[in-house]
């Protein structure tokens, strides 16, 4: 399901990632043998009092021409705008209520959205010696004085989100559909791809990025297997923007992720990987969902008999974090290959939900060990004593050990790489889990 949306917005220097940091701690999980996949992060999710939401650092709102100042500061605080169910407006308590501030303010009062404004750096709450209430001149009501770097305050902050955020409700669909979100950058060809797909013109099709509003749902029956195919947005104003758009967009895309069994991640066959591409996919990693990597536009490349092969290295080193995605090389446009896909997804979906006998399991992890005993650390070995599955979608395995602590994480990529190379499978990701069991 996907999470609601919390944006943190303000001009720079007031404590948006200070705030952002104080509210994903303990919760930020850098996974060391995959390099980059969390590195320069602009979202996170969060929980406070089992309530969970993606929380958005937006970025500090920077201008380089000065006479576009207010042009700037609308367009940039309308893209967090859209994509947020809940918006911090952070100000600086210390420097009292800027010309920015109310620039954005006004923004805000006319989006109808909830806006929590939060007057940063108060490390006291005497209003005598930190005017806060100041703020209200701002018009969005009672400002909540907070100090996100001694984290004074934060709590009750927290509460009024949760408070203000929307119910998550459950999508209606026949038990047995797979869903699949199209993502990628803008203009990669994602609604030119969900038409060829279903055959007809149910997605307006655009060479303009942002002509797709919204992540839009579309159920599809072939061979008595039902689809969700859900397109999403690349970016919304069909002008050329900064960096910024190209930030916000993701959003959209983290949201149909959420949502999905199999993602199709749409790169650009002309421009190829790039870093947000990464970001995306390392995403749709961490939330175990199965994973195609379709490259479209292919008609436009100039190919010999080794274009292919030297695109699926390039691929493989751009995205190693996703060695076990299988790769399509499609034309969107012209339909070349598109008639492939749903057999992919029906493939990488079986693997997504592939159950594994206790029995089997257990003599697949001897086989593991005896082909490669676990490395001892200061004279003590890993010793796994007993496995079950704990779970699909992803397949996730619970390896009862003597002690957690002995397992390098290359002896994991190692079980996860036996693992694939007994059963397969391609296209999704695969979880150990480690419980502490003395040996009896």
């Known amino acids: 399901m996907p999470k609601p949306i919390v944006a943190i917005v303000g001009r720079p220097n007031v404590g948006?990632?200070?705030?952002?940091?104080?509210?994903?701690?303990?919760?930020?999980?850098?996974?060391?043998?995959?390099?980059?996949?969390?590195?320069?992060?602009?979202?996170?999710?969060?929980?406070?009092?089992?309530?969970?939401?993606?929380?958005?650092?937006?970025?500090?709102?920077?201008?380089?021409?000065?006479?576009?100042?207010?042009?700037?500061?609308?367009?940039?605080?309308?893209?967090?705008?859209?994509?947020?169910?809940?918006?911090?407006f952070v100000v600086d308590g210390r420097a009292g209520v800027h010309p920015t501030d109310k620039e954005v303010a006004s923004v805000l009062r006319r989006s109808k959205k909830p806006v929590i404004l939060v007057v940063n750096k108060v490390e006291t709450f005497d209003a005598?010696?930190?005017?806060?209430?100041?703020?209200?001149e701002l018009g969005l009501g009672e400002p909540i004085p907070v100090s996100a770097a001694e984290g004074l305050n934060t709590g009750d902050l927290l509460d009024k989100v949760v408070e203000l955020l929307p119910k998550v409700e459950e999508d209606e669909y026949h038990p047995d559909t797979v869903k699949i979100a199209v993502i990628g950058r803008p203009n990669v060809g994602k609604s030119t791809l969900v038409n060829a797909i279903l055959g007809e013109e149910r997605v307006i099709v655009s060479d303009i990025p942002g002509t797709t509003r919204d992540a839009i749902d579309t159920h599809i029956e072939r061979d008595g297997k039902?689809?969700?195919l859900i397109d999403t947005a690349g970016m919304r104003r069909r002008k050329k923007i900064e960096l910024a758009a190209e930030r916000y967009s993701v959003i959209r895309s983290l949201r149909a992720v959420d949502r999905s069994d199999v993602v199709l991640m749409v790169i650009d066959a002309t421009e190829g990987v790039t870093e947000q591409d990464k970001r995306i996919a390392g995403y749709a990693e961490e939330k175990g969902k199965a994973i195609i990597i379709v490259i479209n536009k292919w008609d436009l490349i100039e190919k010999d008999d080794k274009t292919m092969l030297r695109?699926?290295?390039?691929?493989?080193?751009?995205?190693?974090?996703?060695q076990y995605a299988p790769t399509i090389y499609i034309s969107a446009l012209t339909k070349k290959r598109v008639n492939k896909i749903l057999e992919l997804v029906d493939f990488v979906a079986e693997k997504h939900n592939f159950r594994l006998a206790t029995s089997s399991l257990n003599k697949l992890v001897r086989e593991a060990v005896q082909q490669n005993p676990p490395p001892s650390d200061k004279g003590k070995r890993l010793k796994i004593l007993y496995a079950i599955q704990g779970?699909?979608?992803?397949?996730?395995?619970?390896?009862?050990?003597?002690?957690?602590?002995?397992?390098?994480?290359?002896?994991?990529?190692?079980?996860?790489?036996?693992?694939?190379?007994?059963?397969?499978?391609?296209?999704?990701?695969?979880?150990f889990i480690l419980r502490k069991r003395e040996k009896e």
Do not use: C
């Open 226 to 228: 039902h689809y969700i």
């Open 16 to 88: 948006k990632s200070t705030l952002f940091n104080r509210i994903v701690q303990g919760r930020v999980a850098i996974v060391e043998d995959e390099p980059g996949i969390t590195r320069d992060r602009l979202y996170f999710d969060a929980e406070w009092n089992n309530v969970e939401f993606t929380l958005i650092d937006t970025g500090g709102l920077e201008f380089k021409d000065i006479d576009q100042f207010t042009a700037q500061i609308r367009h940039q605080a309308e893209l967090a705008i859209d994509e947020a169910d809940v918006i911090l």
């Open 391 to 431: 779970g699909v979608a992803p397949p996730t395995f619970i390896l009862f050990v003597n002690d957690p602590g002995l397992m390098h994480f290359s002896y994991k990529r190692y079980l996860e790489n036996f693992f694939r190379s007994a059963y397969g499978f391609e296209g999704t990701p695969i979880r």
């Open 128 to 136: 005598s010696k930190i005017p806060f209430y100041d703020f209200y």
């Open 311 to 322: 695109y699926n290295e390039d691929i493989r080193e751009e995205l190693g974090f996703i």
